[in-house]
């Protein structure tokens, strides 16, 4: 007759052995991580004037469409350093990067594009020096440095309780390894539509990053925790048998919460302003990125990590 416990992990797990796969969720991931990967070794990011320095401007027109050409030949003739111009909204608009350039130097910019196109209207000008540019790219790997320490010592600490002879220090690595997936898996689709689409990474895209890489530790610990709780409960169990069962108690909720965040940025992509297009594009991707990782990358990492150091023990 089954016991009460056995009955509670019937009804719990009902029957699945999601980590029976565990290998084939870790080479799926690096499968989707490749293309990417490929990218970024051969054409890098395609980064914004908030790292390279520079300036940005951007005019419209009431009539008529600018032409590629004529923008180019009347930036040249000012003796402008251009970098790229792009048309948009049906050649309506065209955004224009180009070496740094001054207040004073924009203003006689204006006059030159009114006297060419009357009904010309500039919507938008920013001008970065390229010492603030390296700075910024500076602190971006720093902020990204700390903030993976960090965790790994938070997550160190904060399982230094678990049951012997697991380890908090490898709970901890192992959530910093699905978190740099996310952040690749991100990395990688902005190289892609950078080299593709001419999509530029910016300082807001390092937000974005850093919010990701919080979700992502904060969906890992969730499951985490509940395998921590779990081998406490279930001492008899061996470690594969505790995680699977945790991560499917966990399973439900964590797709819950991340569909509801997906619904809303996706809201939010499609009726969000051209300012925030890309900043949210990389919070959705991070997000669908993260709730794999935390169920199918951490936990597998951990459950071969684990057998790994029981397996030298014993052999010892």
Not at 35 to 43: D, K, M, S, V
Not at 123 to 150: D, H, L, N, Q
């Amino acid at each position: 007759m089954p016991s009460k416990e056995s009955g509670q992990v019937d009804n719990a797990t009902q029957g699945y052995n999601l980590m029976k796969h565990k290998a084939k969720y870790l080479i799926f991931s690096a499968l989707v991580i490749l293309p990417g990967a490929f990218f970024l070794g051969f054409w890098g990011l395609k980064v914004s004037i908030d790292f390279t320095g520079g300036s940005v401007f951007s005019y419209t027109r009431a009539e008529g469409v600018w032409n590629r050409a004529e923008v180019q030949d009347v930036l040249e003739k000012a003796g402008v350093e251009i970098i790229a111009v792009a048309l948009e909204a049906g050649d309506k608009n065209f955004t224009v990067r180009t070496k740094s350039i001054d207040a004073n130097a924009n203003e006689e910019l204006k006059t030159i594009i009114l006297q060419t196109a009357p009904t010309a209207k500039q919507i938008a000008f920013e001008t970065v020096g390229p010492t603030i540019g390296s700075e910024t790219a500076r602190k971006s790997f720093i902020a990204f440095g700390i903030a993976c320490i960090g965790i790994v010592l938070y997550i160190s600490y904060a399982f230094r309780n678990i049951p012997k002879p697991y380890s908090g220090l490898r709970f901890g690595v192992s959530a910093i390894l699905a978190m740099i997936h996310d952040a690749l898996v991100v990395l990688g689709v902005f190289s892609i539509l950078g080299h593709f689409k001419g999509v530029e990474i910016d300082s807001m895209f390092i937000t974005a990053l850093l919010t990701i890489i919080g979700f992502s530790v904060h969906d890992t610990i969730v499951v985490f925790d509940r395998i921590r709780e779990n081998l406490g409960k279930f001492r008899t169990k061996d470690f594969e048998w505790v995680a699977n069962y945790s991560i499917v108690e966990t399973m439900r909720r964590s797709i819950a919460t991340s569909t509801t965040v997906v619904i809303t940025l996706t809201a939010l992509f499609i009726f969000g302003g051209v300012s925030i297009k890309w900043f949210v594009f990389a919070l959705l991707v991070g997000v669908i990125s993260g709730t794999y990782s935390s169920i199918f990358n951490a936990t597998p990492i951990l459950i071969i990590w684990e057998d790994f150091i029981a397996k030298r023990v014993k052999k010892s």
